[in-house]
């Protein structure tokens, strides 16, 4: 089934992700909707709620030269009210991604945040010869960075900059770079919310750009994408990612992602209050 | 490739910059109500109490489901289109509106408004 729709997905690319970016441009600009942050491709400045655990089971198939599909698992930790750690595996290696958030300030349908970020790519993966840095679980990379997230009740919009370096390079590929999103994203149903067991519908249109710093190159993709929430706790998401600058050499420059998470609210606190009895 | 970063960022700093007065007005008289209403937290018998900073169901069941977990509660009833939340407590034990309001703080969210019966 994944893979028909993989078949008909490529078949069609260019022209279903061309019309579905101006759908969500159209939505964007003139129907009466309510922001969404639960982005697909970066993530927001807000951290996971406290205590909170987390489930994220993803599947990328890779286009272009490389036939290549990648499955990723991770864990997300709520650990504090300002603290997300997530750990992941994409059984060639492991990741590690822990998130602060420092500044807060939210009002009725409205919120401003600002967080620092770090994180570490562990690969066991034979090392593949790109410009880019590959962020994906293909080469061993470390990272920091900054996200500004602006939530006003029909517009929320996320900022990311970063920079990222590869562990191993050889001086004809680049070493280190800057890394970039701006992602925008809204609610297109229910038009009413009435109990947490409504299906949400989401749309996301996110751009996510990589500058190298040591050598010449960069690339800028857009990445539309369809979420669905189930029961206020569990999201499917699929997306496609495709180049629209392409001046480096990497992997592939689009690719099919569908991903499903789970939210188990409270989950750390109630294995504390296990192990004390 | 520059304007296009440029854009974003401009973009970023004119939203962020129109909101900032109006919510630290916000924010700060939540606090005040908060503290206030603490000595009387004994003959509290009914919260309602307004979130701030969400629109998704996702979050607002995160407060839910946080300020479920509190042992003095005993039923809380959401109100997701206007982020509100109606608690009523246990008969025999006693209410602490600081741990209401870090309740809805854990899940990543502000105390809007806190009125209680």
Known sequence: MLDLVCKV?????????????????????????????????????????????????????MGGNTNRNNQYTQMQFGLSKKVSLYLGTNYGGNDAYVQYRFFTKDAMYAHTRLAFYAKSIQTNRQAIHTSAVLLDGEESVNGVGFIATQLKHKWASSLSLGYVQKEKWSQHYGRDAFQYSFSNGLLVYPKRYSSYGQTNVNLYLELLGQKLLSGRGQYLDAAPAIQMIFNSQAKLNLGYRFALLEKTNRMTNNSLYISLDYLFFNALSMLKQRKKL | MKKIILFAGFIMAIVCSANAKNITKTFHSTEVNIKSNIEKADKIKKVTLVASGLTCSMCSKAIFKSLSKLEFVDQVKADIEKSKYIL?????????????????TDAGFGVQSLVYE
């Open chain 1, 9 to 61: 997905w490529y078949m069609n690319r260019r022209c279903l992700s061309i019309g579905f970016c101006g759908l969500i441009i159209a939505i964007f600009g003139f129907l009466p909707t309510v922001a969404q942050e639960l982005y697909v491709f970066s993530d927001p400045a807000s951290t996971k709620p406290a205590r909170s655990i987390g489930i994220k089971h993803s599947f990328q198939k």
């Open chain 2, 88 to 104: 009523s407590f246990k008969p025999t034990s006693k209410v602490d509106l600081a741990q209401i309001k870090k309740a809805v």
